[in-house]
């Protein structure tokens, strides 16, 4: 979920978080297990981190073997359990704290990491450990997206899609990546090339909602509009693109057509609390100006 220019309403931070696009595994579409698994792993390691111990010590602590703290330091996932790590948390004295306030959700979840200044050192650490494992390139580039290091972001993205030609789609979190440091062009190209691949339908909406952002950076309010249109065509049911328009509409003061957007993107996804919180700003805002009429 962007960021990509200077709006008077919108901030390079807050357009940055908006819509960059996860994996097709996307995060936004994964359960519960992947991102809690991650983060916990995260945890552990950075307090055997922090108490500066070696493995086998780690190890003798936790009552392990040292290769499988090897293996929680090089963050090979797949090998624990949410079980076995909330139990190692304890051991270590650590809380375990809920996030109620956002529901818990994949999404936020991975935000936390994403956000997180471990995110970086923690996949660093597992591309260094799994240099053919192709998601923690992306993950990375996502992190460092939403850090603001596009050119970095760029250039994990194009490592994963050279380790692995079918992740195409990446061309969309690329072009956001370029549209951010102003290199136009390279952002048409990458969904433009996308689009001709004739990609699922989630996949070529995002490549014509990534050109309008292209557009709207470059003042071409119309193009834009044209560019949000298609990508609704292509998947009618996908609620980013009813989102990322209705913003649109809302930074143009078309408050109708904006809360008109909204209103569809929660006859989609009903807790989407983005919308709902775009809607009542709206409404608070046109009732102001009503009452000041």
């Known amino acids: 979920m962007p960021r ?3 709006s008077p309403k919108e901030s390079p931070d807050t357009r940055r978080r908006a819509s960059h696009l996860r994996s097709k595994q996307s995060r936004a579409q994964a359960d519960f297990v992947a991102p809690v698994r991650e983060l916990l792993m995260l945890r552990v390691s950075r307090e055997i981190d922090r108490r500066q111990w070696t493995q086998a010590q780690a190890a003798k602590f ?9 293996d929680l330091m090089r963050g090979v996932t797949e ?9 190692w948390l304890a051991l270590l004295g650590m809380e375990l704290k809920i996030d109620a ?14 956000a997180s200044e471990e995110a970086i050192p923690y996949y660093t650490k597992k591309i260094a450990s799994q240099p053919g494992q192709t998601e923690n390139y992306w993950k990375r580039a996502y992190a460092y997206h939403q850090r603001g290091q596009y050119d970095l972001a760029i250039g994990d993205y194009t490592r994963a899609m050279e380790i692995d030609v079918k992740l ?3 061309r969309v979190n690329r072009a956001q990546s370029y549209i951010c440091l102003g290199q136009f062009n390279s952002a048409f190209i990458d969904c433009d090339q996308l689009i001709a691949q004739s990609p699922e339908a ?10 309008a952002f292209a557009h709207q950076s470059l003042g071409k309010q119309q193009e834009a509009l044209q560019e ?21 509409f809302d930074l143009m003061n078309n408050s109708q057509a904006a809360i008109k957007d909204f209103s569809r993107v929660l006859e989609i996804e009903p807790n989407n609390s983005q919308a709902q919180q775009h809607l009542d700003t709206i409404r608070k805002r046109a009732e102001n100006k009503n009452d000041d009429e």
């Open 4 to 6: 990509l220019t200077k």
């Open 62 to 70: 936790l009552a392990v073997t040292q290769p499988r703290i090897s």
């Open 79 to 87: 090998k624990f359990t949410i079980d076995t790590l909330v139990h």
């Open 101 to 114: 306030i956002s529901g818990g959700t994949p999404q936020s979840l991975y935000a936390w990491l994403d």
């Open 168 to 170: 195409q789609y990446l």
């Open 202 to 211: 989630s996949a070529l909406s995002w490549a014509y909602i990534t050109r």
């Open 228 to 248: 949000f249109a298609k990508a609704i065509d292509a998947a009618p049911d996908l609620a980013s693109a009813y989102f990322h328009r209705g913003a649109f």
